[in-house]
């Protein structure tokens, strides 16, 4: 199984609302994140959690808030979104977990479409 | 701190003709290369890496890339194109301790015509 699942496909909140976005690997990897990509750009990094502990924070917004259970799942909380936060989030796991590890690749889910209205 | 630069944004291209996408990159310590693929409302899918060895890289789908140190270059190719290759490609580098924080240029499109 290379695969990682991102839950849901699409979704539309508006800016009072709270949503989560859920992310599931099993490959046994040990580094999950979360990317944010804007229409017409890369994706670029939010959070990284090595062994289920956040390890880079890249400065992102209070009302984004990460959450890793389990070393399977990754879930991003979202509290008073404002529209401009409408983008794909995409969730990605590889199997180094930090510092002095062999360097591999970051398997990507599908992403989940998000619209604040 | 590195930083990557794909140096076409858009690159039209008819099928069955050769591909070129350039990607250069700078960095004070080595740094890993991949290229990613990404269809229309998909996430991101690994063509090809460069962690360490031969300079050339052979991906999936066909395509190629070579690492050129001197000239700080990860360019990738493709001998022939099909229409399913319409996408965008992102390069991108991250280096070893750095929790593979992937830092990637702003993307080619790439559209072939039939």
């Known amino acids: 199984d290379t695969e990682v699942t991102q839950t849901p496909k699409h979704l539309v909140m508006g800016m009072t609302n709270k949503k989560s976005l859920k992310c599931e690997q099993h490959?046994?990897?040990?580094?999950m994140y979360w990317y944010k990509q804007k229409a017409k750009k890369p994706p670029e990094l939010m959070f990284v959690?090595?062994?289920?502990?956040?390890?880079i924070n890249e400065s992102v917004p209070s009302r984004f808030s990460p959450e890793c259970p389990n070393s399977s799942l990754l879930n991003l909380h979202l509290h008073a979104l404002q529209p401009e936060d409408s983008a794909l989030y995409l969730c990605?796991?590889?199997?180094?977990?930090?510092?002095?590890?062999?360097?591999?690749?970051?398997?990507f889910g599908q992403g989940t479409r998000l619209t604040v209205v | 701190a590195q930083s990557v630069t794909q140096l076409d944004s858009q690159v039209p291209v008819f099928e069955e003709a050769p591909v070129e996408l350039r990607c250069n990159y700078s960095?004070?310590?080595?740094?890993?290369l991949f290229w990613y693929v990404q269809y229309p409302n998909q996430g991101l899918q690994l063509l090809l890496k460069?962690?360490?060895?031969?300079?050339l890289v052979k991906g999936i789908n066909g395509f190629e890339a070579e690492f050129n140190k001197s000239q700080t270059s990860f360019h990738l190719r493709k001998p022939s194109v099909h229409i399913s290759d319409t996408a965008e490609y992102f390069c991108?580098?991250?280096?070893?301790?750095?929790?593979?924080?992937?830092?990637f240029g702003g993307g080619t499109r790439v559209l072939v015509k039939p």
């Open positions: 990605a796991s590889s199997q180094d977990g930090g510092q002095g590890e062999i360097n591999t690749e970051a398997f």
């Open positions: 490959m046994g990897h040990r580094a």
């Open positions: 959690y090595s062994y289920e502990k956040l390890s």
């Open positions: 960095s004070s310590v080595s740094v890993y």
């Open positions: 460069y962690l360490s060895g031969s300079t």
């Open positions: 991108a580098v991250s280096r070893k301790a750095a929790g593979n924080k992937l830092t």
